[in-house]
């Protein structure tokens, strides 16, 4: 493999480079450089839709580049149109400022505050845009913008084309990230500003108002969006979008979206989202080729990509969490890990009178859950070992339920063969 010695080599191979001002290209190679990427405050996480930028943030930083992450308290409260096709609803400062102190820990986990040499840092353009004066604002800055270039705009032309419109409060968020830009060259030396391909117009129009007012160069450089091979939304499922925030996705449901990435998608996800190398890449690309079956290289998307965001003990309980649906241990598991890892297989709820009574046993449960049509086939299935009580095989034809076979006290996990699962939810 070519030796990369330079962070726009390095996000070039890995297909993260859309579209670039001319000269990006030089200068990540030849300068260490302040760079931005801005992130909006309109809910208290971000989401697997993000990683794409915030990792090529900290691709950037270990090239000894100077990373900021900007946070939108003051542009969130105008709402990007980019990607919109109708105009968001407008938050207030307190909300912002709530959803602010809720990524800022996520930000985190990406980039590296505490290196001496390059310390990653997080500003807010709230505390320099909500203090504008509109009259100067506009003298000042939207001078250099004429109507003819903001229409132009693939942000706000596709809504101008819509029965909806597009509001002043909206048009005018192109002039208010431009004006981040100038703010962060003057005062952070900053030259270049990243997002997602959907922000081309607004990268631009800042980098050409650094150049009207300060005279001096600045440049732009875009990621891709991120599509599936299926044809489906990236970063959605049935439930809804993915979240880096713990209690919005748990790391099990984190895990999980990104084991089941698809064939197609899996080797280009590992060289979006994880830091492993191209050697190690190209090795899971063979067993993909290979020995599909064995989902190696899905796997080790899912554990590198919930250790960067959950931690090593939250990959440890997802990892042994979906142990548990191959018959795994459920030692440890709390009563929110067994509903969420059973959420989507059958379910019965049952008194705990009832259950633990004496005429009542392994029998009566088969065929009250469902498992066996009768007693006679559940009398076979025992015998032939294939039924499983809390993953643990059942062998006695008579047994009786006590307080002990319950899992926090709450729950029983049946299991016939290898995937048939019922959940038995105990009431008292």
Known sequence: MTTITNAFDELKWRGMVYDYMEG????????????YNGFDATGDSLHVGHMVPLLALARLQRFGHHPIALAGGGTSMIGDPSGKSAERILLTQEVVNANLESIKGQLSHFLDFNVKTNPARVMNNADWLLKLNLVDFLRDIGKHFTINYMLSKDSVKSRIDREEGISFTEFSYMLMQSYDFLHLHEHENCFLQTGGSDQWGNITAGAELVRKVRGKPAYGMVYPLITKSDGTKFGKTESGSIWLKPDRTSPYKFYQFWLNTDDRDVVNYLKYFTFLSQDQIAELALAVAERPEQRDAQRKLAQEITLIVHGETALSSAEQATQVLFGGSMDGLSAADIEEIFADVPSIQMSKDHLTSSEFGILD?????????????????????GINLNNQRVNDLDKKFSSEDLLEGR???LRKGRKNYQLIKVMD
């Open 24 to 35: 990006v290209d030089v200068m990540l190679a030849k300068e260490k450089v302040t760079v």
């Open 365 to 385: 449960l088969l065929v009250e859950s469902g498992i066996a049509k009768s007693k006679g086939e559940a009398r076979r299935s025992v015998q032939e070992g």
């Open 411 to 413: 729950f029983m996990v």
